[in-house]
Nanobody, 124 residues
Framework: QVQLVESGGGLVQAGGSLRLSCAAS????????MGWFRQAPGKDRAFVAA????????YYADTVKGRFTISRDNAKNTVYLEMNTLKPEDTAVYYC?????????????????WGQGTQVTVSS
């Protein structure tokens, strides 16, 4: 089993920045592909970004490309989502997710483990 705990959410003004963290435990972190998803009120959960086990490959939704950066520190068992130039439409609960790296780096919801989520609210 893998446990994931997100942190770093909060309230920020449009144009501001936040950095989300997701700490993993229960399994060797470098065996995991990691992803970030978000769910806004009344909407389906949506892919945001993903990263392979080494950090050498990253993937982004078009809506966040150029503004968000995903990274990981395998020594700290943590994946990050740096969010810049935030917009009100980025308001959502953000979830991190993990999957065995043998199955690639999904950009859909095909992850085995999910965190509890952290709220990000961007005011206009």
């Amino acid at each position: 089993q893998v446990q994931l705990v997100e942190s770093g959410g909060g309230l920020v003004q449009a144009g501001g920045s936040l950095r989300l963290s997701c700490a993993a435990s229960g399994r060797t972190f470098s065996t995991l592909s990691m992803g970030w998803f978000r769910q806004a009120p009344g909407k389906d959960r949506a892919f945001v970004a993903a990263i392979n086990w080494s950090g050498g490959s990253t993937y982004y939704a078009d809506t966040v490309k150029g503004r968000f950066t995903i990274s990981r520190d395998n020594a700290k068992n943590t994946v990050y989502l740096e969010m810049n130039t935030l917009k009100p439409e980025d308001t959502a609960v953000y979830y991190c997710a993990a999957r065995n790296r043998l199955y690639g780096v999904p950009r859909n919801g095909a992850y085995d483990y999910w965190g509890q989520g952290t709220q990000v609210t961007v005011s206009s």
